[in-house]
């Protein structure tokens, strides 16, 4: 056996070099969206913008979204690794890098976007609930179940922006008898067009929370 192996037994979850869970090297390759962003849903744009092309005239429920990282270099293998490959343990390394990017939300609780339930029972864990359980650690914030879905859509991928949101329109609400506090920071693994959010958020504002903000350790970013 390699010496390296008996030293770490575990593999870089990005490039699989035998070493820590995020060797050093992919950790530094992360790319992290330090800005200029747009103030509302958190797309990198040229200068600091109060809504960018991709949210302007769109009905977003949320206040503003942050991500992490962009969805590019080693994060889809990074997190290939954890969500698909159930390591567990790699929920606690991304609340660690997202908190390293985004500052704690100024908000009463933490929740999260439920899974699916016959996926996160075949993976056996849901990636955004234990992010948000991390998170919440981390940030020193209560963290609420608040949302359920309601029947499964259709899988989002491969589908137009319009579709996506007509499909998750009617897809979450809030639990029954779930009293969110004034303001809830709602927890996501990746953010791609922002729509599922937004019906999340619309849902809690439904049953009385005022201010919603969405974190997500991931983020699709247009090619431009
Ligand atoms: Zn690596
Ligand atoms: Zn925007």
């Known amino acids: 056996m390699p010496l390296l192996e008996l030293l770490f ?26 800005g200029p962003l747009c103030a509302r849903c958190g797309t990198p744009t040229a200068w600091p913008v109060a809504r960018c092309l991709e949210c302007a005239g769109r009905r977003i429920a949320f206040a503003q ?43 009463k609780a933490l929740t999260f ?15 955004a609930g234990a992010l948000a359980a991390e998170l919440a650690l981390l940030w020193e914030l209560p963290l609420q179940r608040l949302l359920e879905r309601v029947g499964s859509p259709r899988r989002q991928r491969g ?19 779930a009293k969110p506090p004034s303001s809830v920071c709602i927890v996501d693994d990746v953010y791609t067009s922002g729509a599922t959010v937004s019906v999340c958020a619309g849902a809690l ?6 201010h919603v903000e969405v974190v997500a350790f991931a983020r699709a970013v247009r090619e431009r």
Do not use: D, M, T
């Open 9 to 34: 037994p575990s593999r870089c979850a990005a490039c699989g070099e035998p070493g820590p869970e995020l060797c050093g090297r992919c950790r530094e390759l992360l790319p992290r969206l330090l």
């Open 65 to 107: 979204a942050r991500s992490a990282l962009s969805y590019s270099g080693p994060v889809p293998r990074l997190i290939g690794a954890w969500k698909e490959r159930g390591q567990r343990h790699l929920a606690g390394i991304a609340a660690e890098l997202l908190a390293e990017v985004i500052p704690r939300p100024q908000v």
């Open 113 to 127: 976007v439920p899974a699916q339930r016959e996926r996160s029972l075949s993976r056996g864990f849901h990636p």
């Open 159 to 177: 589908l137009a922006l319009s579709e996506r949101s007509k499909n998750v329109e009617r897809a979450f609400r809030a639990c029954r008898g």
């Open 205 to 210: 504002r439904k049953v009385g929370c005022r």
